[in-house]
């Protein structure tokens, strides 16, 4: 009896110790992030939802996202839009449609505003070897043609506030389907993608907006 | 009346000077602030004083804590403060969080005593908010701001404030306490503990009781731990620079008395009298010690040279009373009738120079004048009633050779050729590295007072790297007599901020007016908010019914239970909860009667001087230590020169009368330049700075130097201008007298503070230059002059 326990222990042990120490394949990343360097535009509706403790339920928002290479984009919750977000890799102005404000930021200055940075450096980061310099795999799995990755900043700032970075893809078309940051207090912000839509010439005004209007205002 | 036994006397004196010597060094205590070395009237000076004075904290400990691991920095640091924290009769509390995390209601205690001062239109716009007719509207923007907003900061403010009540309020102090608020840097591997101590800390020596053993106590928790600790702020200055102060004192004063020491054998050869002349200087210093603690409240950190200096002024009148009764006293009172009227005269002019500096409007140097003057009179009487007594007793059973060997050494025609020799050639070089190399650098920071090595400097220079980068920032303190004058004063701030900050030379700033209570304004915006302060359960049940948790009512719980507790007769009201107290400490102060506000400016870097210009009116002080050291340099230099310009003046002028004689008056002051031009060389060609310790030591260069040029010049006319007449008269009294001043001062050049090491090199060196020159220069030099235009007297 005591000889089968400690077989069993030893064979949770060792499951345990390959578990940890089991090679992560990142080549589904590798070519992923091949595929998003080729890609010119991406044109996609977006479901956001924010699970906070202070909610009975997560709020949701529905919004779209433009992405032209290599560093413009569009980020629109609401329809008509409640919040926008707008960067062109010098500048990121966030504009709140009910206030009729607009606020401009540096890329430069956003070192303590994790979520804007994060739109910055759209689609995670240029190639793969800056990918693997700035995160952790934590697991990758694979269903069908979904890849799901686990991931943490390496960056000691970000990782001391969040659980785990969620990202799927699909290892076919290319297309990022969801994005999921939790953070250590519970919360979480995650971004379902559908509708996407590659490579299609997009209307150069959907990165200019009208602020007419707007009180606009520079942020340090 | 009968006559009392002079042994009983004796014993009385003694009984009595024991006591004396015991009050006064108990009472002894050392003030660290490098700012009481300062002259008060400088505003730089007078505004850093009120900041280190009310927000400095003198109870509390910061430990640092540092690993190259997040997680276990942050273990380390929350089982340290559980170390620290398990015993009681040392530390009051011991954080390694900010006392929020425990008691996020504290919060709520701050922002409910916040909102008391707003202005009514604000805080009745709150009210409508939460108003029946409006609450469900209020709880619906709130959740649309949730759902829409890219912030997480917003989103974690809105969250948990749904009612808005921290809407216009400025947010920075709330995410500064979000971001580690002062506990941990941002990646998390550097943290610092808060301990603060049981009892208040009275002290210096309390100060140095309690660091060691919070020491003794983290050094043994660290032995399972292995991280990085460091301990700094005010607790852990005081100990390092008192500890190190009065280490020096005995160090200088101990390291002065045995080279005074060798001095005396290498000229006398006998151990008795060194023995007794060594017992003498101790008692001098043990009365002047004592005397400096009954009448002086605190003693600085460069009143503390002073026991080196007095040595080696006081160590000359016992090589004078010595020689003298070497060279033949007929008795004891012939000897002291004759060493009288010398030691008199020198100790005289000497206390009146040291006592000239107790003008000076640096209250270091002035406290150093007086303790020198008090300690020369001292020496001076010791030497004469109890030197004297034993040297005249012993040379009379064991007769000196005359002249002595070392004696017969210095004053060989060959030596002093060879010593004019090289003092020429060296003073040559000293005043070419002057004319080709310039002067030596100026250095007026504040950085130039500072311990040479500090582990709570080192400490804190750390913490401001990884935590909190203050270097360059200016600090605004605002007083005032009133509630209202203060506030008044903070917005005539925030004004004169708001107009540099348009003009672009301001970068950011944060000033205490969001935490200055208005009692008015308390009174009038609680009674308004007493019906809602009832109403907290149809509040709570509108929230829940919103879709919110609990959670999203705690801060509003809180808030409406503080208006419901305070009533508008407490006004001025103030927060009483850890939270809210922490993070009060160090803007705003109410003890005491005292009413100070505080806040931050980071200026642009180099529009410093044009934000002093602009900032500041009566009870406004903007103030740094970078301004400081500028403050200084613009004004200290001047009234520096002015004062040895008077003192040289003075001295000059006494010559004059002595002397008679315009051409000796014109050779002094040849000297003293000489000898300034070649200190200034030898700084330069050391690589030594300018600044305001180096120039305080001309002040003590005069006093104790220039009577090197005096002496050859009245024995060139007591000998008839007879240049090797006048040295062999001197070459002995100058060494000695020379070297022992050498050794006090050198002894302090090796001073764990730099402004007191700064003072000691530049005296020991001005000394040695202007003894040669004195000595081996200007008599030759007389005599040459003399041949070649002859006196017309």
Known sequence: MIQRSLALLLLAATCTFAQETRVIDLSPIARWIERQSKIRTIEADMTQSRALKTLRSPAKAEGRFWFESPDRFRWQIGDPPRTIAIGDGETITVIDGRRRTATRTRVEDLKNDASLRGMAEFPFAPDFATFRERFEVRDLRIDGTVCRVEMLPRDPAARKMLTRIILTFDTESGHLLSFEAVTKDGSSLRNEFSNVKLDRKLDPSIFAPDLSGYDVQDSR | ?793
């Open chain 2, 1 to 793: 009346m009968s006559r009392i036994p002079a042994s009983l006397r004796r014993i009385v004196l003694i009984a009595g000077l024991a006591l004396y010597v015991a009050g006064g060094l108990s009472r002894i205590s050392f003030d660290v602030d490098i700012l009481a070395l300062l002259p008060r009237h400088l505003s730089q000076v007078a505004g850093l004083s009120l900041v280190l004075e009310h927000f400095s904290l003198p109870n509390e400990l910061i430990v640092t804590v540092e690993s190259d691991d997040a997680e276990k920095t942050e273990a380390a640091a929350r089982s340290l403060a559980d170390a620290l924290a398990s015993r009681p009769d040392l530390a009051n509390r011991a954080l390694a969080e900010g006392p929020w995390e425990n008691d996020p209601s504290g919060l709520g205690e701050l922002l409910a005593f916040q909102l008391l001062s707003q202005p009514p239109g604000v805080f009745d716009a709150l009210l409508e908010r939460m108003a029946p007719a409006n609450t469900s509207s209020t709880l619906q923007n709130a959740l649309e701001e949730l759902t829409d907003t890219l912030s997480p900061a917003t989103a974690a403010i809105r969250s948990y404030d749904p009612f808005g009540f921290t809407d216009g309020l400025p947010t920075e102090l709330l995410e500064q306490q979000q971001d580690g608020g002062g506990f941990a840097s941002p990646d998390g591997l550097f943290r610092v503990v808060y301990v603060e101590s049981a009892q208040p800390l009275e002290n210096y020596r309390d100060c140095i009781r309690w660091v060691d053993e919070i020491k003794s106590l983290a050094a043994d928790w660290n032995v399972s731990h292995g991280v990085e600790l460091g301990f700094t702020g005010q607790p852990a200055f005081v100990a390092d620079i008192s500890g190190s102060m009065d280490r020096e004192m005995t160090l200088t004063a101990g390291s002065a008395l045995l080279l005074v020491g060798a001095i005396f054998w290498i000229c006398y050869r006998r151990i008795r009298p060194l023995v007794v002349l060594l017992a003498c200087v101790a008692l001098i210093f043990a009365l002047a010690m004592a005397t400096a603690g009954w009448l002086l409240e605190d003693l600085t950190v460069i009143s503390v040279g002073f026991a080196a200096v007095m040595i080696g002024l006081s160590v000359d009148y016992g090589y004078y009373v010595f020689n003298s009764a070497a060279h033949g006293a007929a008795s004891l009172p012939d000897l002291r009738r004759k060493c009288l009227s010398n030691i008199a005269w020198t100790c005289s002019t000497t206390a009146a120079v040291f006592l000239a500096l107790s003008y000076s409007t640096l209250p270091g140097l002035s406290q150093l004048g007086v303790l020198v003057a008090l300690g020369v009179v001292i020496g001076a009487t010791v030497m004469l009633g109890i030197f004297a007594r034993f040297a005249f007793r012993h040379v009379t059973r064991f007769p000196l050779p005359s002249p002595l060997p070392i004696e017969h050494s210095l004053t060989s025609a060959r030596l002093l050729r060879w010593a004019a020799v090289f003092t020429a050639i060296g003073g040559i070089a000293l005043v070419s590295v002057l004319v080709f190399n310039g002067p030596p650098s100026v250095d007026f920071s504040a950085n130039t007072m500072r311990p040479r090595k500090s582990g709570a400097y080192r400490a804190m220079e750390r913490l401001s790297e990884r935590l909190a980068d203050d270097r360059g920032v200016l600090n605004l303190v605002v007083t005032g007599d009133s509630y209202e004058e203060v506030e008044s004063r903070l917005h005539e701030a925030d004004r004169q901020i708001a107009e540099a900050m348009a003009r672009g030379d301001i970068a950011s700033a944060m000033t205490a007016t969001i935490l200055w209570p208005s009692p008015e304004r308390q009174r009038r915006n609680l009674e308004k908010a007493a019906s809602l302060a009832a109403d907290i359960s149809r509040l709570r049940e509108a929230v829940l019914e919103a879709g919110f948790t609990d959670q999203a009512f705690v801060l509003a719980e809180s808030v409406l239970q503080r208006w419901k507790e305070w009533t508008p007769g407490q006004a001025p009201i103030w927060p009483s909860s850890d939270a809210a107290s922490w993070i009060l400490r160090r803007l705003v102060r109410h003890d005491d009667g005292e009413l100070l506000a505080a806040g931050l400016v980071h200026p642009v870097p180099g529009h410093e001087e044009a934000l002093l210009d602009s900032v500041g009116s009566p009870g406004i002080h903007l103030v740094g230590w970078d301004q400081l050291g500028r403050e200084l340099r613009r004004e200290i230099p001047g009234e520096l020169t002015v004062m040895i310009s008077a003192i040289f003046a003075a001295v000059v002028f006494i010559l004059l009368i002595a002397m008679r004689s315009l051409r000796a008056v014109i050779f002094f002051v040849a000297t003293q330049a000489l000898s300034l031009a070649c200190l200034a060389g030898a700084t330069a060609l050391l690589g030594g700075t300018v600044g305001l310790f180096s120039l305080a030591a001309l002040l003590l260069l005069l006093g104790t130097g220039s009577g090197y040029a005096i002496l050859p010049l009245l024995a060139l006319r007591r000998n008839g201008g007879n240049s090797a007449a006048a040295q062999r008269e001197l070459a002995l009294v100058i060494v000695l007298c020379a070297a022992s001043s050498i050794a006090g001062f050198g002894a302090l050049g090796f001073a764990n503070n730099l402004a007191l090491a700064e003072l000691g090199r530049t005296c020991a060196l001005g000394l040695t230059i202007s003894a040669c020159i004195s000595l081996f220069l200007l008599p030759p030099a007389w005599e040459a002059l003399a041949r070649r235009f002859p006196s017309r007297r």
